[in-house]
């Protein structure tokens, strides 16, 4: 049944479509002008176009990419008409730089603006919130750079890039601190079993409690606690 299925399969309209053989060797001069019309349009844009996009510069490269992938195998599509929108892209790529640099409102529009995520030790609530971040990958993103607590942590900034900047205390000055290593907040507390540091696993406030009820958090007004940690960073 398979094999007989298999002899009457359409392998010319499986493999090409309902294109001809012939069009392979289009194919193939379409993708290079395409690809050497993106390398023109990237040198162009400059490096900042290809380092540490910001939100309006990949706009651009995936305006850039869709403008040039469907040529490269449609036939129905002119490279004429594709090499237009590289220009008018990279023409408006142009004129907002050029608003972007004169205004910073218009710049903080277009591109957004750097948010401080973590201050003292402790999270900024209102900036984290705004920025729409999972605490389970903001804590992957500080573990990747070698932090294991909060504590250690003078300030965390989250750039326009979305690149996460990090100053550290050093290492006399580390304070308690949330611990974020992928365990740390499972088994959060309401009594404090010891006199200790505790977190809030919420904003990372930390103070020291005696044995007994933990009370909420004068910061955020949640009550679930973790023991804190003192650790300092591993370089």
Known sequence: MLSLFLLELNWKELLMGHEEWSF???????????FLTIIAGLR?????????????????????GSAAGDPMFNKDVGIVSSILVFIVIILLYTIITI??????????????????????????IDNFKKENLGSDEFFAELRLKGVSQLGQIETAIVESSGEIS???????????????????LEDSLKMAEKE???SCIFCGYTELKTKGNTEKCPKC?????VEASNKRRVT
């Open 24 to 34: 392979l060797l289009e194919i193939i001069l379409r993708t290079a002008i395409m």
């Open 44 to 64: 162009i844009l400059g490096k900042r176009g290809v380092k540490q996009l910001s939100i309006f510069e990949l706009v651009v490269i995936i305006g850039l």
């Open 99 to 124: 608003f972007i640099a004169k205004s910073k409102n218009f710049e903080k529009l277009v591109e957004g603006s750097s948010a401080c995520l973590i201050r003292e030790g402790e999270f900024a």
């Open 166 to 184: 990090i100053f550290y205390f050093e290492d006399e000055k580390v304070k308690y601190g949330l611990p974020i290593m992928p365990e740390s």
């Open 196 to 198: 200790a540091y505790y």
């Open 221 to 225: 007004r949640k009550d679930e606690w």
